[in-house]
């Protein structure tokens, strides 16, 4: 038996709003994003689309595979350096240089994945968190291509030869491109290769027994995970219009990671939900000339763990079911 | 030769923090399924620690290496008691997340208090020479380390291997319902076995400071590369971990070396073991398989 499945799950079996309450999130959610760089910094808006997508993928793994990978910056910096070099040198729409920095990471999420979902529970963390500390070595070893500490610089953002250099405008470029990004993920979770994978997440053994490629199906899952983390990685090399190691480091994996805890574990939105509050958070801290961003997010990550693990979606969504359910407890005595 | 004599040398003394480092990993681990994060941030702690006893109290080194392990275990206890225990019925994952965070914290702590800047840290005295091997000589500092650190995997292998205190932790990690019905109180190992890991940090953490650049930062990547250390050693065996500590050491000290111009073969050969001893034995070269997952 796995260490995982000795004890409670990590994951609670997500209960399903009811149908109007469901297209009424969407609508809001969808307003939401619309409006934000009206309310926000617009480059913090932006901000908020790629830690979104990273979120959303490191969630598509620990909360519907039942994987935590605390190495899913090598997916998301290495996309990044792959859009920045594949925008210098070819010029290309940023979206298609975007692309193709996420089949990168999805092309080097194969081999690690491969050797990496051989390990399940905390080993495959820690598995995850070495591989990507050994890509973090690799760039800052080839300094001709990734620039090494210096990072690489002046990316272009080409888009038809539109004018993107404004947060502002390049926000509303690169939303269908998030937009794209979280539909995947949430197609794959409600997928019959989604179903598969929670039942693989919720008892190995049994989904064996049915016939399953246990490992192929994770390492699936694992691959598509790097992509839209990839994604994400891609349009922040965008955004920012230079790379540096930091995308590569461990701490921008656990930040994903932090996002996800907050938002709630396999909630899918809980991950939009941590990554917006989470660089809000940070940027208000930097804002007011506070140094320690760490310590902060790291006090929060504690207190969260030890008290409100379901998250703030988790939390939300089981609010609404006791309430519903209540209802349900009510309606039947009065029937 | 004497050259590949001295590489060796150099090689058994950084496998020696990593050894340490390593067995106090597995030893939290085959208690409490925990795996530390902030093992690294402890070390540097550890490190920190003996600096700042020697500026502000004037505390020498001797006296740091007593008194900083003893006082990271009390602090190690105390954080098993106020954190790491109210997650223990919960998925391991829980509490690998939690160490993630209390890593943030402390080393933000340190660097909010001292900043990054990196102190230098003279050798005892008493060790400031070098000591004649006849092929070739060597810093006596370093001498010191590696047989102290050797001193101390020995005597955790006959505490835990040869002592009843041992036999009782032992039984608890393998049969944690079986021992408890047999009326041991696992319970109460729980806290002091992970004190007792954490004040191994905090050694190899005193020994650094003369050694290596203290600065907030100096646990942050050291530590993954103990992860990869205890993976290939297999997590739950304490002589798999120290015996990986120790040949990781090696392997980047004859990397360094031999292969200088290529200073990335040395930094990321321990991952590149990793990736072979996982194709071949997932479990460890000393662990045993879990579980078929």
């Not at chain 1, 309450?21 to 617009?42: Q, T």
Request: proline share 4%; glycine share 12%; net charge positive.
């Amino acid at each position: 038996m796995s260490v995982a499945t000795k004890s409670p799950s990590l994951v609670r079996a997500a209960a399903r709003a009811p149908r109007r309450l469901r297209w009424a999130l969407l609508v809001i959610g969808l307003a939401i994003a619309l409006w934000l760089p009206n309310g926000l910094y617009p480059a913090v808006a932006v901000d908020m689309l790629c830690w979104a997508l990273f979120a959303v993928a490191v969630d598509l793994l620990l909360g519907y595979t039942g994987l935590l990978s605390f190495g899913h910056a090598a997916f998301w910096g290495t996309s990044a350096y792959a859009t920045g070099l594949v925008a210098i040198h070819l010029g290309v729409p940023f979206p298609v240089a975007v692309l193709s920095g996420a089949l990168v990471a999805a092309v080097l999420a194969v081999p690690i994945g491969y050797l990496a979902v051989r390990r399940t529970g905390i080993y495959f963390a820690m598995v995850t968190l070495a591989f990507a500390q050994m890509i973090y070595y690799i760039a800052n070893n080839r300094r001709g291509l990734t620039g090494g500490e210096n990072g690489l610089q002046s990316v272009p953002r080409e888009l038809f030869g539109l004018d993107l250099t404004d947060a502002y405008y390049f926000y509303y470029a690169a939303l269908p491109v998030v937009l794209l990004g979280l539909w995947a993920a949430w197609r794959i979770v409600n997928s019959p290769f989604g179903r598969v994978l929670v039942g693989i997440r919720d008892n190995p053994a049994r989904a064996r027994a049915l016939g399953y490629p246990v490992h192929r199906y994770k390492l699936l899952a694992f691959v598509l995970s790097a992509f839209i983390a990839g994604l994400g990685g891609g349009l922040f090399a965008m955004a920012h219009r230079f790379v540096t190691l930091d995308t590569l480091h461990w701490t921008t994996s656990g930040k994903a990671v932090v996002m996800v805890v907050l938002g709630g574990i396999g909630t899918l939105w809980g991950g939009v939900l941590g990554a917006g509050l989470l660089v809000r958070l940070e940027d208000w801290l930097s804002f007011s000339g506070f140094e320690a961003v760490g310590l902060v997010t790291g006090g929060l990550f504690v207190v969260v763990v030890l008290v409100f693990r379901r998250g703030l979606w988790g939390t939300a969504a089981e609010l609404l079911r006791r309430r519903s359910g209540l209802r349900r407890v009510r309606g039947g005595e009065q029937g | 030769m004497s050259s590949f004599l001295q590489h060796t040398f150099d090689g058994l003394v950084s496998g020696a923090f990593l050894a340490l480092l390593a067995l106090g990993l597995a030893v939290i681990f085959g208690m409490l399924r925990v795996v530390n994060f902030a093992h690294g941030a402890f070390y540097m702690l550890g490190a920190v620690g003996t600096y700042l006893l020697l500026t502000e109290f004037g505390v020498p080194f001797w006296w740091a290496l007593l008194i900083v392990p003893v006082v990271l275990g009390a602090l190690g206890m105390g954080v098993e008691r106020a954190f790491v225990h109210r997650l223990a019925r919960l998925d391991p994952l829980y509490n690998f997340l939690l160490t993630f965070g209390l890593t943030l914290v402390l080393q933000d702590l340190v660097k909010l208090r001292y900043g990054t800047q990196s102190s230098p840290y003279a050798t005892p005295s008493a060790l400031d020479a070098t000591v004649d091997f006849g092929l070739f000589d060597f810093p006596a500092y370093r001498v010191f380390v590696l047989a102290f650190a050797v001193v101390a995997c020995v005597a955790v292998w006959w505490l835990l291997g040869h002592t009843r205190v041992g036999m009782v932790v032992r039984a608890a990690t393998e049969h944690p319902e079986l021992s408890r019905a047999l009326g041991i109180d696992v319970g109460r190992w729980v806290t002091p076995v992970f004190g007792f890991g954490i004040a191994l940090a905090g050694v190899a953490g005193v020994l650094a400071a003369p050694m290596r650049a203290v600065n907030p930062l100096m646990g942050a990547d050291l530590v993954i590369v103990v992860f990869a250390v205890v993976v290939i050693g297999g997590l739950g065996s304490i002589f798999g971990s120290v015996a990986a500590g120790f040949g990781i050491g090696l392997v980047q000290a004859w990397g360094e070396s031999y292969l200088d111009r290529w200073p990335i073969v040395a930094q990321t050969s321990v991952f590149v073991i990793m990736a072979v001893v996982l194709l071949w034995r997932p479990a460890g070269l000393f662990g045993r398989e879990e579980a078929p997952a």
